[in-house]
């Protein structure tokens, strides 16, 4: 039995995973698949793969795209989820901000430096057309971390992910003044090129076995209540969270990496727009 380690956020995205190393899956190709979650997010699932403490990770697409052309020894093996993520822009509940064009110039709060909460908060400024060069941001780690600031008085913004968010936008202790869908496929499957080079055959076991899961998941019955129940959501937001989300299953598409690129150079975020091969399997 070979221990392949993985990580990702601790969201409704990675179900997939969960029920498959659950139902045994994995264990029936000879693979422990031993899964880490990862509250951070991306700008820490990063410095975990950079860092040799992880095999795998379901990554933000942007942010390891940032991290592979900074030199992080990573691939895209594939897409994961095919459709764009829904950033939620927050405040606190008590905060005199009552719309997205009064954040220009406020400070935001992310959960470290690389991160989606940092990447999409400087596309979000470009499209809002702020200048992306006066943006200042405060390391919050997670979103308890955010919370945390929010309830101390922060007049910082922050994003993260609607749905994730909403039961403390629906309780009051977030204000959501509106959302951002990322411009391209949200979350990719990333492997560290030492598992790749010496474990090719057994990522391809991988990503057959969750490949299959995803491509059936939407018809298992009442996952829409196992997915409430699971991560503490109202069945109604599940329910249209479900129908906005696409799993994918195959590699990256050469014109959504250079988009990407395009906009991370646009934005200063890296330095030149590499070839395929830099990133994809």
Known sequence: MKTVRIIGVPEHFNLPWHLAIEEGAFEERGINLVWTDIPEGTGRMSEMLNQNEADLAIILTEGVIKSI????????????????????????????????????????AISRMGSGSHLMATVHAQKMGWDTHSLRFRIINNLMGALEEFENGSDAYFMWEHF????????????????????????????TQNFIEEDRGLLSHILETINTYTLEFKTIPSIDRTLANRYGQKLEDIKEWLSKTTWGQSQLKEDTLNEVQTQLKHLNQVEEIKPLHTFLL
């Open 164 to 191: 994730t968010t909403k039961p403390w936008a629906d309780k009051g202790t977030l204000k959501r003044l509106g959302d951002f869908p990322t411009p391209w496929p949200c979350f990719v499957i990333a492997a």
């Open 69 to 108: 052309s900074h030199g992080n020894p990573v691939k895209i093996v594939q897409e994961y989820v095919s459709s764009p993520l829904l950033w939620g822009i927050h405040v606190r509940q008590n905060s005199g901000y009552q719309s997205v064009s009064d954040l220009e110039g406020a400070e935001i």
